[in-house]
């Protein structure tokens, strides 16, 4: 702390209050420590009574004048260990939450334009699930994307339009598990271009997504659940549909461009099939004569709009 020409009882009542601060938590100390400053504020608050004094005194007595030299040094000491210690209190606390949090959600920013000095400037280790929903002015996302937080398994993005990526880096962090996109045109294509570098991949929905017509590369072999909703512009399945051993789940809803479900038959693994508002893939998935019935005939489960039934099949209205 700087006095200046301050006397010596102005400093000590701020250094009181500093430590009565400190004792009842306002600042961030241990609680051991705390408590023992609580007590230190009972002699302080005694000392204090007789600053005053002694300043009145010290001209003409030199061992007030002693006294409060001594005194003096010993609170500038004080004061800057106090200072001292509550910084490093302060940024333990900082590292411990960012190294403890699993989970953080970005909601409704309507003034967040960028996470490069955000979010992302954190050393956020252990951060497992991100979730990013109606940032309309949210444009810039840094260098390396995602790709800093290691450790995260689930990525929601709805609705960031503006949201794309700065340059032509990887934007993913390897060890991601669930991606869900949604109304995010500059992303998504960017994003699904690195679909076959995530090796734990289990799900991944993409929903309302303008200027996404096909998928670039192939499926993780590790997913298990596909979802795509109204995705109007969207002309293709992935090519590779076939070879996803893993897959147990596939919806797709309102996609009015996709001529067919897959060159080949389904892969084994597929449980559950729902088609919704697809004019085409209607067409060619019928029982009776359809193109695509051979490759979806396997599947235990299949609903294919609500008017249509499939006889001797367990059919679910899941889709609203």
Known sequence: ????EAVLSAFMQALFDKVIAAAIGELKFPQDIAEEL?????????IQAHVEDAEARQLK???????????KDVAYEMDDLLDEYAAKALQSELEGSSRSRHLSKI???PNLISLQDGLLSQKLFSLQQLTITNCAELTHLPAEGFRSLTALKS???????MLAPSGQHSLLPPMLEDLRITSC????NPLLQELNELSSLTHLTITNCANFHSFPVKLPATLQILEIFRCSDLSYLPAD???ASCLTVMTVLKCPLIPCLSEHRLPESLKELYIKECPLITERCQENGGEDWPKIAHVPVIEIDDDYF?????IRRRLS
């Open 1 to 4: 702390m700087v006095i200046g």
């Open 38 to 46: 609580q007590k230190l504020s009972s002699s302080l608050s005694t």
């Open 61 to 71: 007595d030199r061992a007030a004048r002693s006294w409060l030299a001594k005194l």
């Open 107 to 109: 909601h409704q920013c």
């Open 155 to 161: 990525l929601h993005i709805y609705d960031c339009q």
């Open 185 to 188: 045109s500059n992303l998504i």
């Open 241 to 243: 549909l076939n070879e």
């Open 310 to 314: 499939i006889p001797n099949r367990s």
